[in-house]
């Protein structure tokens, strides 16, 4: 009888350990650096044209951990172009525990739309976010205060997952690092008083075509205010495809494409409708090298009769994958109103802690 009594309090002891550890570590910390050398004969950058530039360092810092095993938590602070610290994203999420077996979020984050919108451009094999999402979502990203929820639907072997939310909604409007003077910042206040909500909303089905094989299929939705002293809203709307073939873990192949339709209000009850879309090719190889092209296309969001197209090769190498990547990406740009150029761009990305400066 002893020894039980003394097993059962010692199990007790190890239980009541491992949870009360569970519920306080440490959350994980990484900080993501991203330095480039570029050149480029760009007309309207004289000052750097056919030179060899270095740009300013960016940096990421990432913490990331789980709140208890039903919930996690999730922050990036980032250093853009020499700014001051801005938080990027910080949110909650709530991945099991509710009926239906629903997932909740709630935070400022990097919306859902599409399939490369949630990822930081320096997991991005062609380095620069896509000619339509620049011009559509902005150099940050479609991203807003939300509260989002998602469910699994009942679709047997395949995987459909349906979410919406409920946005801030100024998920359109130009946000600046720094603000210009004090008015400007006086008339963002005034403007942020008013409750603009946006919606957003999503539907993707994951379809197995053979054992080592996978396509994708999405649907986005999104609607916010641009302009809140005209209570002005935009809205948008996209499809999107991905093929993933990954026979093992040095190889893979990933194609995908997605179209987008802007749809603007303006004054005097007019409308501007504007279109775009990509379409890339990655192969990885030997686990540390990709090599892959992209092609791009994007109407002016204000201005359909104004559009650019990008063509781009990109290379990459991944010594060690778990902290450093070396990218090459070389580009053709021709905008519809004046002559075409062309850029190159050396980037050297670097991750200390668990979170990878890229995708594998």
């Not at 559009?307 to 450093?324: C, K, L, N």
């Amino acid at each position: 009888m002893a020894r039980t009594l003394l097993f059962i309090f010692i199990l007790i002891s190890v239980i009541n350990g491992a949870v009360r550890g569970q519920t306080s570590l440490n959350p994980d910390l990484s900080v993501v650096g991203d330095i480039r050398l570029f050149s480029h004969n760009d007309s309207l950058r004289l000052d750097e044209s056919e030179e060899f530039n270095l740009s300013t360092p960016e940096m990421e810092l990432v913490i990331a951990g789980y709140l208890n095993p039903y919930a996690r938590a999730d922050a990036v602070i980032a250093w853009h172009e020499g700014a001051n610290a801005e938080v990027e994203e910080i949110y909650a999420t709530i991945l099991r525990g509710l009926p239906l077996g629903m997932n909740l979020r709630a935070g400022k984050y990097l919306l859902e739309f599409g399939r490369l919108n949630p990822v930081h451009p320096h997991a991005h094999s062609f380095i620069y976010r896509p000619l339509p999402h620049a011009e559509f979502f902005g150099d940050e990203g479609l991203r807003d205060m939300a509260v989002r929820i998602s469910f699994l639907l009942p679709t047997g072997k395949i995987y459909t997952e349906l979410m919406g939310a409920i946005l801030k909604g100024d998920l359109f409007e130009v946000h600046e690092h720094e603000h210009e003077n004090e008015a400007d910042t006086a008339l963002e206040e005034e403007a942020g008083d008013k409750a603009n909500p946006g919606f957003f909303g999503r539907l993707t089905a994951s379809i197995p075509v053979s054992k080592y094989s996978e396509l994708a299929l999405g649907g986005s939705f999104v609607s916010g205010i641009y302009d809140p002293h005209e209570n002005l809203r935009a809205y948008l709307g996209g499809v999107d495809i991905k093929f993933k073939w990954k026979p093992d873990r040095n190889r893979s192949l990933t194609v995908e494409a997605e179209g987008l339709l802007s749809h603007r209000k303006i004054e005097d009850r007019n409308t501007i409708d504007a279109c775009g879309g990509y379409g890339y090719i990655d192969y990885r190889f030997r686990q540390k090298y990709n090599l892959g092209g992209i092609i791009e296309y994007a109407q002016n969001k204000l201005d359909s009769e104004s559009d650019t197209w990008r063509i781009a090769g990109f290379v990459g190498f991944a010594p060690v994958e778990e902290t450093s990547l070396l990218r090459f990406v070389g580009n053709w740009t021709k905008p519809s109103d004046r002559d075409g150029y062309w850029s190159l761009t050396l980037q050297l990305v670097f991750s200390l802690g668990p979170h990878q400066p890229h995708n594998f």
